[in-house]
């Protein structure tokens, strides 16, 4: 689909280099202006050496194990993963556009911007999924050194893969839109780097765990059914593999009613919200009819009682003034629900009160939150348990699948920032929310620090648990796993430090350009995260206590650190708080 003339386009591109370099004024804005432009530079360059990266980690797994178990266990968590993140991109596409307004602005109908989002979508991002399908199952074919027709049937196998992962990410899209995929994804990346810097010490017994439950893994999820169907094109493959040729068929044959779905929801129209009522302070809410001394006010009263109420409440305009020379506008909510609200409340000042309700305006529900967390991970144990009957593989796969899920919750609960860091389109620019209010880096960050503080007791008691299961069905020693978590859970929390300066950094223009500014950041802020994780992963895996100990309190110190470096380079007033949109 086409909405513009490249004829047209050509000669306008040259008609404006002409004007640029006849004038010297306009060259002089030109380099200005180019130095915000083409910040997706590095993500050309990047993304298509992901899918060799891709296949260096399935070639390097293969051959760690030394079986294809491993490697398609590995191709079907990573699919999961994309599977995750492409509902998001897909959804963001289809209903936040960037360009939606200039798109509204034209004479086209919902059908033809439809159109229009969705091939942007399959060319800009799931077309790379298939490319990273194709070098992953090549990477295979390259280690079993299969024949010519095999790897004709890798490649087929890599393609049908990859269209029931669209079939998958237009269903998901389509009837379960508000599912856990960023969660999943955010996880995903911060599992990734656990394994990148601590590859030697948890990278053996990962991998053995990993062939051990890849068969289950394989089965239980939808994205592993076209990377079973690999034992077909082994010499002792079973062919009953290639019933799961039945459920891909439904998966593709549902794809065009997702897409119909996903079409009809497409219905661009104003919002028109409606007339909020009246926020009263408790000294006055009671019935606003009380107002004695405003006649108008008991008229409207008059005549509502004769129709139907409204929805709205709204007060007399004497009660308005006195709530307003009063100054009882101006009183601060206190947050006096449950216990965590309370003590919250008590811990923090006055001025971060203030802060607590800018970020979270609906307040934050902690219990309510961590039973949801903790309802999820008794499902996972009764799950393993039940499926430790059929086979201990089985019981590994399920747990790894839900461990995995349920530590991405309870971590997201832990760094939770609320509305702090949403970010606003203004005039073709990103402002983050913070920005907009008299809010600086310092009091905020103790607002988010505190109330990481007040849930490390439950992530701790949530990480020696999970630990503690692991530990049983892997037939680990109980108290070392014990341990272990404990640790973990400090280390995630310390994190904190960390995500926090990356939630401030991705409202600036920080990290943007080769300034000699720029790039020192960057570097000491990958230097302290590779510190971060190499002291963490050693912490977790050196089996001497004093050692493994001071490794732990050198992680937590070199994350405190990051975060007082980024926050210096901030405090400086060198970046800008706006940046160009993705697109």
């Given at each position: 689909?086409?909405l513009?003339?490249?004829?047209?386009?050509?000669?306008?591109?040259?008609?404006?280099?002409?004007?640029?370099?006849?004038?010297?004024?306009?060259?002089?804005?030109?380099?200005?202006?180019?130095?915000?432009?083409?910040?997706?530079i590095?993500?050309?360059?990047?993304?298509?050496?992901?899918?060799?990266?891709?296949?260096?980690?399935?070639?390097?797994?293969?051959?760690?194990?030394?079986?294809?178990?491993?490697?398609?266990?590995?191709?079907?968590?990573?699919?999961?993963v994309?599977?995750?993140?492409?509902?998001?991109?897909?959804?963001?596409?289809l209903?936040?556009?960037?360009?939606?307004?200039?798109?509204?602005?034209?004479?086209?109908?919902?059908?033809?911007?439809?159109?229009?989002?969705?091939?942007?979508?399959?060319?800009?991002h799931?077309?790379?999924?298939?490319?990273?399908?194709?070098?992953?199952?090549?990477?295979?074919?390259?280690?079993?050194?299969?024949?010519?027709?095999?790897?004709?049937?890798?490649c087929?196998?890599?393609?049908l893969?990859?269209?029931?992962?669209?079939?998958?990410?237009?269903?998901?899209a389509?009837?379960?839109?508000?599912?856990?995929?960023?969660?999943?994804?955010?996880?995903?990346?911060?599992?990734?780097?656990?394994?990148?810097?601590?590859?030697?010490?948890?990278?053996?017994?990962?991998?053995?765990?990993?062939?051990?439950?890849?068969?289950v893994?394989?089965?239980?999820?939808p994205?592993?059914w076209?990377?079973s169907?690999?034992?077909?094109?082994?010499?002792?493959?079973?062919w009953?593999?290639?019933?799961l040729?039945?459920?891909?068929?439904?998966?593709?044959?549902?794809?065009?009613?997702?897409?119909?779905?996903?079409?009809?929801?497409?219905?661009?129209?104003?919002?028109?919200?409606?007339?909020?009522?009246?926020?009263?302070?408790?000294?006055?809410?009671?019935?606003?009819?009380?107002?004695?001394?405003?006649?108008?006010?008991?008229?409207?009263?008059?005549t509502?009682?004769?129709?139907?109420?409204?929805?709205?409440?709204?007060?007399?305009?004497t009660?308005?003034?006195?709530?307003?020379?009063?100054?009882?506008?101006?009183?601060?909510e206190?947050?006096?629900?449950?216990?965590f609200?309370?003590?919250?409340?008590?811990?923090?000042?006055n001025?971060?009160r203030?802060?607590?309700?800018?970020?979270?305006?609906?307040?934050?529900?902690?219990?309510?939150?961590?039973?949801?967390?903790l309802?999820?991970?008794?499902?996972?144990?009764?799950?393993?348990?039940?499926?430790?009957?059929?086979?201990?593989?089985?019981?590994?796969?399920?747990?790894?699948?839900?461990?995995?899920?349920?530590?991405?919750?309870?971590?997201?609960?832990?760094?939770?920032?609320g509305?702090?860091?949403?970010r606003?389109?203004?005039?073709?620019?990103?402002?983050?929310?913070?920005?907009?209010?008299?809010?600086?880096?310092?009091e905020?960050?103790?607002?988010?620090?505190?109330?990481?503080?007040?849930?490390?007791?439950m992530?701790?008691?949530?990480?020696?648990?999970?630990?503690?299961?692991?530990?049983?069905?892997?037939?680990?020693?109980?108290?070392?796993?014990?341990?272990?978590?404990?640790?973990?859970?400090?280390?995630?929390?310390?994190?904190?430090?960390?995500?926090v300066?990356?939630?401030?950094?991705?409202?600036?223009?920080?990290?943007?350009?080769?300034?000699?500014r720029s790039?020192?950041?960057?570097?000491?802020?990958?230097?302290?995260?590779?510190?971060?994780?190499?002291?963490g992963?050693?912490?977790?895996?050196?089996?001497?206590?004093?050692?493994?100990?001071?490794?732990?309190?050198?992680?937590?110190?070199?994350?405190?650190?990051?975060?007082?470096?980024?926050?210096?380079f901030?405090?400086?007033?060198?970046?800008?708080?706006m940046?160009?949109?993705?697109?």
């Amino acid at each position: 689909m086409k909405l513009h003339s490249p004829k047209f386009e050509k000669s306008l591109k040259r008609g404006v280099k002409r004007t640029i370099r006849s004038s010297k004024s306009l060259k002089a804005q030109y380099r200005r202006a180019k130095k915000g432009l083409n910040r997706q530079i590095p993500n050309r360059f990047l993304r298509p050496i992901w899918p060799l990266a891709i296949g260096l980690i399935i070639w390097s797994v293969s051959h760690a194990t030394g079986r294809v178990q491993a490697a398609l266990g590995m191709i079907t968590l990573y699919t999961a993963v994309v599977l995750c993140s492409h509902v998001v991109t897909l959804l963001a596409t289809l209903y936040r556009p960037p360009d939606f307004w200039a798109l509204f602005l034209l004479p086209m109908s919902d059908r033809e911007i439809f159109q229009w989002e969705f091939e942007k979508f399959l060319k800009r991002h799931a077309a790379w999924s298939l490319a990273d399908l194709l070098c992953a199952s090549g990477a295979l074919a390259l280690y079993l050194d299969s024949s010519l027709a095999h790897w004709m049937g890798i490649c087929l196998l890599a393609i049908l893969s990859w269209i029931s992962l669209l079939g998958m990410v237009f269903f998901c899209a389509a009837r379960w839109p508000r599912g856990p995929y960023q969660v999943v994804v955010g996880g995903s990346w911060l599992f990734g780097l656990v394994i990148l810097w601590g590859g030697k010490l948890i990278g053996p017994p990962l991998w053995h765990l990993l062939d051990s439950a890849a068969p289950v893994i394989g089965l239980v999820l939808p994205t592993g059914w076209c990377p079973s169907l690999f034992q077909l094109l082994m010499p002792a493959g079973q062919w009953i593999v290639a019933l799961l040729l039945i459920p891909i068929a439904m998966i593709i044959w549902t794809t065009k009613d997702s897409l119909a779905v996903l079409r009809s929801r497409f219905k661009f129209h104003e919002i028109i919200q409606p007339e909020v009522p009246d926020l009263v302070p408790e000294k006055y809410g009671t019935d606003p009819d009380d107002d004695e001394a405003d006649p108008e006010s008991h008229a409207e009263t008059a005549t509502a009682r004769e129709v139907p109420p409204p929805i709205t409440r709204r007060v007399g305009v004497t009660t308005t003034e006195e709530i307003i020379q009063s100054r009882q506008f101006m009183a601060q909510e206190v947050w006096n629900g449950d216990f965590f609200q309370k003590l919250l409340w008590k811990w923090f000042t006055n001025r971060e009160r203030e802060l607590a309700e800018f970020a979270f305006a609906e307040k934050l529900t902690i219990p309510k939150s961590w039973l949801k967390v903790l309802r999820n991970f008794l499902v996972v144990v009764v799950s393993a348990w039940v499926a430790q009957l059929g086979s201990r593989s089985l019981a590994l796969g399920v747990l790894c699948i839900g461990v995995f899920i349920t530590a991405a919750h309870a971590v997201g609960l832990v760094w939770t920032s609320g509305r702090t860091f949403r970010r606003m389109g203004s005039s073709g620019v990103n402002i983050p929310m913070y920005a907009v209010y008299p809010v600086t880096l310092p009091e905020l960050s103790r607002v988010l620090f505190k109330i990481s503080a007040i849930q490390l007791p439950m992530l701790i008691a949530y990480a020696s648990a999970a630990a503690c299961l692991i530990a049983y069905f892997t037939s680990y020693p109980l108290l070392l796993a014990l341990v272990m978590g404990i640790k973990a859970g400090i280390l995630a929390c310390a994190a904190r430090f960390i995500t926090v300066s990356l939630g401030f950094s991705a409202g600036t223009n920080d990290s943007n350009g080769l300034r000699l500014r720029s790039l020192a950041l960057v570097f000491l802020f990958l230097g302290g995260t590779i510190m971060f994780f190499g002291f963490g992963g050693a912490s977790l895996f050196i089996p001497h206590p004093l050692i493994a100990d001071l490794l732990l309190i050198l992680a937590v110190i070199d994350a405190y650190a990051l975060f007082k470096v980024y926050a210096w380079f901030h405090a400086t007033n060198k970046f800008d708080l706006m940046n160009m949109p993705r697109r």
